[in-house]
C-alpha cells in the first residue's frame, strides 16, 4: 500500500470498483493506503477529478456497471484516463535481439500491431467474433516502454526521469515476473475481453519476432457505487488521488513532448492475509493507521478527513503511530508529492495473492524516496512481500490514423 495522499475527491457515478491496494503496501510500500480507481483515472485524464489515497492505491470504484466503448484514440492513452475497471490483465514483453538486424524497425511493427489490435478491440464492431456479442468490451488499455529497450535503441523518452527501481530491503524479486521491453495493461468489466484480448496482444508480439515475458491477472473488489473498496487486509483502500492540479505537477510529464506521457511503476506486492487477520482490530488500526470500520485516519473523524501526522497524546506519543503505513506514505513527508494509484488485488492461490500496485508519476525517484521510509520503518512490512518490479514509459495517445510510440524515434 503504497501512499497516503492529501485531497479526496469526488467521484463519478460510472466504474468505480476496486479493492484497496494502497493498504497493501507497507514494507513492500504499497500495500497498506488505498487503491486509486475510477475517478483517479479521470483526474488523470485531465478532468480535475480523481479519487484514491496519495501514494499507493487508487481512489474508490463501485459496482461493475454495463460495459460501455472507450475511446482508443485520443491525446492519452485511456488505460490511465478512463474510470478504473474491475477487471485487468497485465503482459510484458521482451523483443527478440536475434529476430530482426534492426531493433527499432522490430519496435515500430510491434507498436503498429499493438495498436491496431488495441485500437479494433475498443472499437464498436471488433473483427473478434468472440468480442462480439452485441455489447462493446469496454476494453481500456496502455502501452509502456521499459528503461532498459529506451536506452538501447537510444529512444526518445523523458530524459534522466525512466531509470529502474533500486533493490529496497526485503524484496524478494522474481525477474521471470517482472520487467520487460514494454508493458501492456488490458482493463475492462470482466475478464473475458480481456483474454481474449491478451491471446491477441500475444499473437501481435509474435509476429514481430517478440514473445510474452510474464502475464498477470488482477480485481477490484465489489463495492456499492460511491463507497471505498477494501483491500484483502480488510480495510478501505482508496482516499484521496492527485486532482487535475496535482495530476498536472506529479503525474503527467513537463509541457512539451512528453507532457501526454507518464511513467507506471508496478509492484506485485504479496500479502500474509493470515497472520494479519490474527492482530486484535486495535492493532491493526495502529498498523495502517486508519480504522477499520470507517476507513477514517486516527486523527479524523471521516474517511476523507486528511491525516494529520504531527498531532500527538498526552504523553507525547504520536495518535497516528511513527511505524503506521499512512504516517510513513504521507505526502507531507515528500513535499506534497503524489502519485495517481490503480491498485488491483490478485488472487494466484492459497499462499500467494495480495496487490498488483500500479501507481503512475513524472519521476519514479517519488515512488523510491516513499518505499525507502517504507522498508526501513512501516509496521505493514512485516505482512507483505514484494515478488515483482517493473518500470515503464507510458506513451502518448494515438490520434485517429496514427501509431502508438511515434514520437519514440524522433
Given at each position: 500500500m503504497h501512499a497516503e495522499a492529501g485531497k479526496a475527491q469526488d467521484q463519478p457515478p460510472?466504474?468505480?470498483?476496486?479493492?484497496?491496494r494502497r493498504a497493501l503496501i507497507t514494507g513492500g510500500a504499497v500495500v497498506a493506503a488505498g487503491l486509486g480507481a475510477g475517478a483517479a483515472a479521470l483526474a488523470l485524464g485531465g478532468d480535475g477529478r480523481?479519487?484514491?489515497?496519495?501514494?499507493?492505491g487508487p481512489g474508490r470504484t463501485a459496482a461493475a456497471p454495463e460495459p460501455s466503448a472507450v475511446p482508443f484514440h485520443g491525446e492519452r492513452q485511456a488505460g490511465v484516463t478512463a474510470p478504473q475497471q474491475p477487471a485487468t490483465q497485465l503482459l510484458a514483453l521482451d523483443l527478440a535481439p536475434a529476430a530482426t538486424s534492426d531493433g527499432r524497425a522490430a519496435l515500430r511493427a510491434l507498436l503498429g500491431g499493438l495498436t491496431r489490435v488495441l485500437a479494433e478491440a475498443a472499437g464498436d464492431s471488433p473483427a473478434d467474433a468472440r468480442l462480439r456479442d452485441g455489447r462493446p468490451a469496454g476494453l481500456s488499455s496502455l502501452v509502456g516502454v521499459g528503461p532498459g529497450l529506451a536506452a538501447g535503441l537510444g529512444l526518445n523518452v523523458p530524459p534522466a526521469l525512466l531509470t529502474e527501481l533500486p533493490v529496497f530491503p526485503g524484496d524478494r524479486l522474481d525477474p521471470a515476473r517482472g520487467g520487460g521491453d514494454l508493458v501492456v495493461q488490458l482493463c475492462a468489466a470482466d475478464r473475458w475481453p480481456l483474454s481474449v484480448v491478451a491471446e491477441q496482444v500475444g499473437e501481435a508480439a509474435r509476429a514481430a519476432g517478440a514473445t510474452v515475458r510474464w502475464t498477470q491477472s488482477g480485481f477490484l473488489a465489489r463495492t456499492a457505487a460511491g463507497a471505498t473498496p477494501r483491500n484483502l487486509f480488510g480495510f478501505k483502500d482508496?482516499?484521496?488521488?492527485p486532482d487535475g492540479t496535482d495530476s498536472g505537477q506529479w503525474v503527467w510529464g513537463p509541457p512539451g513532448p512528453y507532457e501526454h506521457g507518464t511513467v507506471l511503476v508496478y509492484r506485485r506486492i504479496?500479502?500474509?492475509?493470515?497472520?494479519?487477520?490474527?492482530?486484535?482490530?486495535?492493532?491493526?488500526?495502529?498498523?495502517?493507521g486508519r480504522r477499520a470500520g470507517d476507513g477514517a485516519p486516527l486523527t479524523g473523524t471521516a474517511e476523507h478527513d486528511e491525516p494529520d501526522i504531527y498531532a500527538k497524546n498526552p504523553d507525547g506519543s504520536y495518535v497516528i503511530p511513527a511505524t503506521a503505513h499512512v504516517r510513513l506514505s504521507s505526502p507531507r513527508l515528500d513535499g506534497g508529492a503524489r502519485m495517481l494509484r490503480r491498485g488491483y488485488s490478485y488472487d494466484d492461490g492459497p499462499g500467494d495473492r495480495g496487490l498488483l500496485f500500479c501507481a503512475f508519476v513524472r519521476d519514479p525517484a517519488q515512488f523510491t524516496r516513499v518505499q525507502n521510509r517504507l522498508a526501513a520503518r512501516d509496521a505493514l512490512s512485516a505482512f507483505v512481500e514484494h515478488t515483482a518490479s517493473a518500470v515503464a514509459y507510458v506513451l502518448p495517445g494515438a490520434p485517429e490514423g496514427g501509431t502508438l510510440g511515434e514520437g519514440l524515434f524522433s
Open positions: 460510472t466504474v468505480r470498483a476496486g479493492v484497496g480523481g479519487g484514491g489515497d496519495g501514494h499507493g482508496g482516499t484521496a488521488n504479496r500479502m500474509d492475509t493470515a497472520a494479519f487477520a490474527a492482530l486484535p482490530g486495535d492493532r491493526q488500526e495502529q498498523v495502517m
